[in-house]
């Protein structure tokens, strides 16, 4: 069994143990959970630390996944988060030689196969309770702020274009001197910031995501895995896999989820949502945005 398979394997038989668990190792149990980076990254001290627990209680949440000590339960975790950053050069001489070897036909025909992998991996965890959550805070908040940079920011400029249709209070973070600091600092704890990074994430996504937790807001993370920076930075995580044969990440799922989250929201406004769309449309076409013939 590989690293990655052995590292979901420990969470969902986690996931199990965890109503049998005494109170302390319930409470760290959740933890590792909801932050299983935490044990790919910091020491045993510090997660313990995060958890409220003291330090000994990891290795006997270690033994009860069925490991004899912590040292190999965390090192699980770094296989799969070390798994997780190959460099890009090097999936680009991977693609070369499956072009090379296989020929256009077989490649073509793995793309189809990732990308609807990865189509129904994101509908099996995008359960109504999830989206729920999402659309409620969305829905609520003052402002919501979408940001995304380097290969993330097409993927935040189209949930913005989307949603701000229906809803002038989204508002996109662009990297542009002063505009996310300037924007960044009104935040507070009506607003939510929906962020978007995969590994390697890019370093300003991050720092957003940590200003606004500091100023109260409600992050939520759109990622592809539990592992990644943002994830353990976001209150509530939607998770979209990018499997690809291509050298870099598929963005097909991670559209998608941006698509339902905005439909769902898009489906429970009122009139005022359906008069915001028809007076931007009207304001385009007058304005001549679009091709006409004529």
């Given at each position: 069994?590989?690293?990655?398979?052995?590292?979901?394997?420990?969470?969902?038989?986690?996931?199990?143990?965890?109503?049998?668990?005494?109170?302390?190792?319930?409470?760290?149990?959740?933890?590792?959970?909801?932050?299983?980076?935490?044990?790919?990254?910091?020491?045993?001290?510090?997660?313990?630390?995060?958890?409220?627990?003291?330090?000994?209680?990891?290795?006997?949440?270690?033994?009860?996944?069925?490991?004899?000590?912590?040292?190999?339960?965390?090192?699980?975790?770094?296989a799969h988060f070390q798994s997780q950053a190959q460099w890009y050069p090097e999936l680009a001489e991977d693609l070369q030689r499956e072009g090379s070897a296989r020929g256009a036909a077989h490649?073509?025909?793995?793309?189809?196969?990732?990308?609807?992998?990865?189509?129904?991996?994101?509908?099996?965890?995008?359960?109504?309770?999830?989206?729920?959550?999402?659309?409620?805070?969305?829905?609520?908040?003052?402002?919501?702020?979408?940001?995304?940079?380097?290969?993330?920011?097409?993927?935040?400029?189209?949930?913005?274009?989307?949603?701000?249709?229906?809803?002038?209070?989204?508002?996109?973070?662009?990297?542009?001197?002063?505009?996310?600091?300037?924007?960044?600092?009104?935040?507070?704890?009506?607003?939510?910031?929906?962020?978007?990074?995969?590994?390697?994430?890019?370093?300003?996504?991050?720092?957003?995501?940590?200003?606004?937790?500091?100023?109260?807001?409600?992050?939520?993370?759109?990622?592809?895995?539990?592992?990644?920076?943002?994830?353990?930075?976001?209150?509530?995580?939607?998770?979209?896999?990018?499997?690809?044969?291509?050298?870099?990440?598929?963005?097909?799922?991670?559209?998608?989820?941006?698509?339902?989250?905005?439909?769902?929201?898009?489906?429970?406004?009122?009139?005022?949502?359906?008069?915001?769309?028809?007076?931007?449309?009207?304001?385009?076409?007058?304005?001549?945005?679009?091709?006409?013939?004529?």
């Open positions: 069994m590989n690293e990655p398979e052995n590292f979901r394997g420990i969470l969902d038989r986690m996931a199990q143990l965890r109503p049998t668990l005494s109170p302390q190792l319930q409470k760290i149990c959740g933890h590792v959970l909801n932050q299983p980076g935490s044990v790919a990254t910091l020491s045993m001290r510090k997660v313990a630390a995060e958890a409220g627990v003291p330090p000994p209680t990891l290795p006997r949440l270690a033994q009860a996944a069925g490991f004899d000590t912590y040292e190999a339960f965390r090192d699980v975790f770094r490649l073509t025909e793995s793309f189809r196969r990732e990308s609807l992998a990865n189509i129904d991996r994101l509908f099996r965890d995008l359960d109504a309770t999830l989206l729920s959550e999402v659309a409620d805070r969305l829905s609520r908040a003052r402002m919501v702020y979408v940001a995304g940079m380097q290969g993330s920011f097409a993927l935040a400029m189209y949930g913005h274009y989307i949603a701000g249709m229906a809803f002038p209070n989204w508002r996109l973070l662009e990297a542009r001197p002063n505009q996310m600091s300037d924007l960044a600092v009104d935040m507070g704890p009506s607003d939510v910031l929906l962020a978007i990074s995969t590994p390697p994430c890019a370093r300003m996504t991050i720092v957003l995501a940590d200003a606004a937790r500091a100023r109260g807001a409600h992050v939520i993370g759109l990622t592809n895995t539990r592992l990644s920076p943002l994830a353990e930075r976001s209150d509530t995580i939607v998770l979209a896999s990018t499997e690809s044969p291509q050298y870099f990440d598929s963005i097909v799922a991670t559209a998608l989820a941006l698509e339902v989250i905005v439909g769902l929201l898009v489906a429970r406004g009122g009139p005022e949502v359906v008069a915001n769309i028809e007076r931007i449309e009207t304001f385009r076409k007058n304005f001549g945005e679009y091709w006409d013939e004529n």
